[in-house]
């Protein structure tokens, strides 16, 4: 192994974005080996299998371990089955991929589920993840491994009188007016912050385009009050309530900045287990985002996901906007050839201490472990050919490893943890 390669293997990492649920949901939950599918899930969703045929409460484990078979057969290329695989069989020592096997397997899993030292195991010793943020819709999570992101869409994404009443009831502030309303979503993300959250997290691709208009105050009230005259069964539609949405997601972006804390933006592909929209792409778009990175010179955005498969413009707006700062969350089991070739021309492109090398994006830690070691394995080989190259010596490369997957976080979040 190469000097750079080793270095990396060993190096502890700041993780910058994963759905980790807390060890203690998880021992409630007993989750078993079908409950850590996730991403796989998805594949085997788009090679034909029913949407919840592995979740589904009254299948016994052998029908699913039956179910798992027939579609693993068809996704096993994937690089998603390759990080499920990596997992399993370092972490678990699973060898017979057969339903037999499976079962085996399964019967291990729900003993790490209840195993009160697992995540350290896995997260602590395997990962050598010092700390990894965690989107979970809750800050009640253990500081000593976790800090919270929250998802802000549910204050913006408002079609009917429960969308208001779930944020009066979060921030405890009582909206009647938009002007109140505002106060209330002030509130909550002050409350966030105190409480731990190290960013704020605008999935609205998801579920809406990111391009955002500019209404005004006037345009955005007409329609929160509208929205206030309705009946708890009644509700507008999306194109009705737009004008409210954009001039929240401003509003959200201007008080994120004025508490100091960032922004996390998805940009590019949707997961179908999560979106379940058929894949509206185009709503993530990066440039869509243009007009927002313009105005808040100030703010400090950090793009999901490389903006894949739109990651030539990614790449260039990055590159450009001191305010943008790019992620390599989740895009290396996305595909690891892209992540290569992305990699490759960032380091000729933006600066590195706008790089924030590894996020999981994972529901569960054996795929973070799974994710980490095929990222470092990414980083590895790029930096090696570039060294082979003579685009950088070899301590420029350790230094940019360091970087990527420590220090740069520790800055950007303002992080209690020792840069290496
Ligand atoms: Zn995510």
Not at 106 to 132: C, F, G, P, Q
Not at 135 to 150: S, W
Not at 169 to 181: K, P, R
Not at 268 to 279: F, I, L, M, Q, R
């Amino acid at each position: 192994m190469s000097s750079i390669r080793h270095y990396i293997r060993d190096l502890r990492v700041i993780d910058g974005h994963e759905h980790l649920a807390t060890r203690q949901m998880r021992e409630r939950d007993r989750t078993d080996l079908f409950g850590l599918l996730h991403y796989l899930d998805s594949d085997m969703i788009t090679a034909g299998m029913q949407r919840g045929s592995l979740s589904a409460r009254g299948t016994d484990a052998e029908e699913k371990a039956a179910i798992f078979m027939k579609y693993w057969e068809r996704t096993k290329n994937t690089a998603y089955a390759k990080v499920f695989r990596t997992a399993m069989e370092d972490l678990y020592g699973m060898r017979d991929w057969t339903v037999r096997g499976l079962l085996e397997l399964n019967e291990k899993v729900i003993a790490a589920s209840l195993d009160k030292d697992w995540y350290r195991k896995v997260m602590t010793e395997r990962s050598r993840i010092d700390l990894a943020f965690t989107l979970i819709q809750t800050t009640n999570v253990d500081f000593a491994m976790f800090r919270p992101i929250m998802f802000m869409d549910f204050a913006f994404k408002l079609r009917t009188l429960k969308d208001v009443q779930a944020v009066e009831g979060a921030s405890g502030v009582e909206a009647n007016t938009l002007q109140q309303y505002l106060t209330a979503v002030d509130a909550l993300l002050n409350k966030y912050i105190q409480e731990g959250m190290v960013a704020t997290k605008l999935g609205h691709a998801y579920w809406r385009t990111l391009a955002c208009g500019k209404p005004t105050f006037h345009e955005a009230e007409t329609v929160f009050n509208r929205l206030a005259a309705c009946s708890l069964e009644e509700g507008l539609s999306q194109a009705e309530t737009r004008p409210l949405q954009d001039y929240l997601i401003h509003f959200i972006i201007q008080r994120s900045t004025a508490y100091g804390v960032p922004i996390q933006i998805h940009t590019g592909h949707h997961e179908t287990s999560v979106s379940g929209n058929g894949n509206t792409i185009t709503n993530s778009q990066v440039s869509s985002l243009l007009p927002l990175l313009n105005e808040y010179s100030s703010s400090r955005f950090v793009l999901l996901h490389c903006g894949y498969p739109y990651s030539l413009e990614y790449l260039s707006i990055a590159k450009n906007f001191p305010n943008v700062y790019t992620d390599f969350t989740w895009i290396y089991a996305i595909s690891p050839t892209a992540a290569k070739h992305i990699l490759h021309q960032m380091i000729e492109m933006v600066p590195q201490t706008k790089i924030h090398g590894f996020g999981g994006d994972y529901n569960f830690i054996e795929g973070t472990y799974g994710h980490l070691k095929l990222a470092k394995k990414i980083v590895g080989d790029v930096l090696t050919e570039k060294v082979e190259d003579g685009a950088l010596d070899e301590d420029e490369a350790i230094g940019f490893a360091k970087a990527v997957f420590r220090n740069n976080l520790i800055d950007f979040y303002g992080l209690d943890e020792k840069p290496v």
